[in-house]
């Protein structure tokens, strides 16, 4: 039986135990019995993130070459990155502007639901208060690099290692070989790490699915039933025709060869709505399912783990539509505009972890005058919403490598590296 069979049916088991155990009555109890599964799955996988990213970038960057080669690929990454957040945030506007999701609000479900999640709210603001957008700026240079990954500082993290790096570009052969010989082989280690790992995915996934089930049920997605909708339709389209022209044209690989490819990754970021903790999974299924180059992911979706958010970005520019709708406020053409600016550089900073994009949702309310305490509104429903999201923001960064791979392709890679292998699936957990 294929890995992927087996987390679609642990998946399955969870969703059926959580409504089992809810409709009988102990829901959260459930929940609690099989959360821990769920938990050490995300972090046993959250455990290799950091060595992976230090070693898989230092490479990447080192096995570029040149100064200019990686200004090149860095330049058309970044690009990429903004060009299809903007596409999302302009499709989450639109669809919230058409479809109204916030008006005809009913008082007593609004009341209620600010009632219920005004603490969680409340959290959510106090978390992101001290947050200011040139922190982003500041916090991309880490004062202590062991620091930063002790504490999973992402940013800092991939500064450090394109910084080493391209160091190891400029040392002789017989003095920085030693040092990419020793990170090739951590990285070696770590992937077949997450082959062992992926052996209890799907125990973990049915205690992650059980938990989330458990504790919500599916009632919160019918009360807030249009906005999800809204959502959902949204990162739907995202994938479904910005992701699928993306591969199709500039990718140059299948649609159906690539979703094919993408699933065991697609499930652990449904399951574990962690960008971050999908990191390994993602470059093992980019380079072995659809034979892109090593070094291209290994510089490519370890930052657009941290930096490229398109579904988060998508959906907080709907919440920031939602929220003026039901307080009856107008947003003007202005209003969107600054919507679009700063949902784009919070997706930057937000971090590749369950409910990130939340946090980052005062830096956008603030600047049109929007009352903070709204995002009470959509905390009930976010988690569920946050496993769809994390799917479509994985899925980018893996259509970037793609495109980044094919553009180097012409540019000058090697020809043992022209022909794209066909597909096999990750190797079985």
Not at 188 to 198: N, P
Not at 332 to 358: E, H, K, R, Y
Not at 397 to 424: H, M, N, W, Y
């Amino acid at each position: 039986m294929k890995l992927y069979t087996k987390i679609i049916i642990g998946m399955s088991a969870g969703v059926i135990f959580g409504l089992l155990a809810k409709q009988f009555g102990f829901g959260p109890r459930a929940a609690a019995w099989v959360e821990p599964l769920g938990k050490i799955f995300i972090r046993l996988i959250t455990m290799v993130v950091v060595p992976l990213v230090v070693a898989s970038i230092t490479l990447g960057t080192a096995s570029l070459g040149s100064l200019k080669k990686l200004g090149r690929i860095g330049a058309k990454t970044l690009a990429y990155y903004m060009v299809t957040t903007a596409l999302a945030i302009t499709i989450g506007l639109t669809l919230a502007n058409l479809v109204k999701p916030g008006a005809g609000l009913d008082e007593n479900v609004k009341a209620q639901l600010l009632q219920d999640y005004q603490s969680t709210a409340q959290e959510q603001i106090t978390k992101s208060a001290s947050r200011k957008p040139i922190d982003l700026l500041l916090n991309i240079v880490p004062t202590n690099p062991i620091k930063a990954m002790a504490e999973g500082e992402m940013l800092g993290l991939i500064f450090f290692s394109l910084a080493l790096g391209i160091a190891l570009t400029y040392l002789p052969v017989a003095r920085s070989q030693p040092v990419l010989n020793f990170l090739d082989g951590v990285n070696e280690a770590i992937i077949q790490l997450v082959h062992l790992i992926m052996k209890f995915a799907p125990y973990g996934v049915f205690g992650l699915m059980a938990a989330v089930v458990g504790k919500f049920g599916f009632d919160i997605l019918l009360t807030l039933l249009k906005y999800s909708l809204v959502v959902l339709a949204g990162l739907a389209l995202q994938m479904l025709l910005i992701y699928t022209l993306s591969v199709r044209f500039i990718g140059g690989i299948h649609p159906i060869r690539f979703f094919k490819g993408m699933r065991p990754a697609h499930l652990i970021a449904f399951s574990t709505s962690s960008s971050n903790a999908t990191l390994p999974v993602n470059i093992q299924c980019c380079e072995e399912n659809l034979g892109l180059p090593k070094e291209i992911c290994s510089f490519v979706l370890p930052l657009g783990a941290t930096i490229n958010m398109d579904g988060t970005a998508l959906l907080q520019g709907v919440v920031a539509v939602f929220i003026a709708q039901v307080y009856g406020i107008s947003l003007t053409i202005n209003d969107q505009m600054v919507i679009m600016l700063t949902a784009t550089l919070a997706s930057v900073g937000a971090a590749g972890v369950p409910s990130a994009g939340i946090v980052m949702l005062t830096m956008i309310l603030q600047p049109i005058g929007l009352p903070l305490e709204g995002i009470g509104l959509i905390l009930g429903v976010d988690r569920l919403l946050d496993m769809c999201r994390t799917v479509v923001n994985i899925t980018g960064d893996a259509t970037c490598a793609a495109f980044i791979a094919r553009s180097e392709r012409v540019s000058g890679l090697t020809a043992s590296q022209k022909e794209i292998p066909k597909p096999e699936l990750v190797a079985e957990g």
